[in-house]
């Protein structure tokens, strides 16, 4: 049984705070229209930062956490049953690498980047701090 605790946490968020400045910033206000596709519709959109941050979150993921499941939104977009590991998996983590997408590619900044841990058994100590 893998754990999850504060620590944890802590090192997911700072994967998710590195991955938006080196992905997700330096493309904000730059994206050509070649950056940027629809996946179901004009207003269901994916970009290059999305797959860039996606990829590299699952990167630092992998490694910090060997053998915990990975489900990104655009992975999933492409193939829905990487969503049937998630009931089985010890340590999963699902990841929005961008969301908000329709606001990056119209200059809003109201945007964000998500990760949600998911642990099979005790979560090995998260408590809400005091």
Do not use: W
């Not at 049984?1 to 493309?27: Q, V, W, Y």
């Not at 009931?87 to 606001?103: E, H, M, R, Y």
């Amino acid at each position: 049984m893998m754990r999850f605790n504060i620590h944890d946490a802590l090192r997911l968020g700072d994967i998710l705070a590195r991955t938006s400045e080196t992905e997700i910033m330096p493309r904000f206000g730059m994206l050509t229209a070649g950056q940027v596709r629809e996946k179901s519709s004009r207003f269901d959109v994916v970009t290059d930062a999305d797959e860039a941050a996606e990829l590299a979150i699952s990167a630092a993921l992998q490694v910090a956490y060997t053998g915990a499941i990975i489900i990104g939104e655009e992975a999933a977009a492409r193939d829905r049953s990487l969503l049937d590991a998630i009931g089985s998996a010890d340590l999963a983590f699902v990841v929005d690498p961008l969301d908000g997408t329709k606001n990056f590619t119209s200059g809003l900044p109201l945007f964000g980047v998500m990760a949600a841990a998911t642990v099979r058994g005790p979560c090995g100590g998260i408590r809400p701090s005091s």
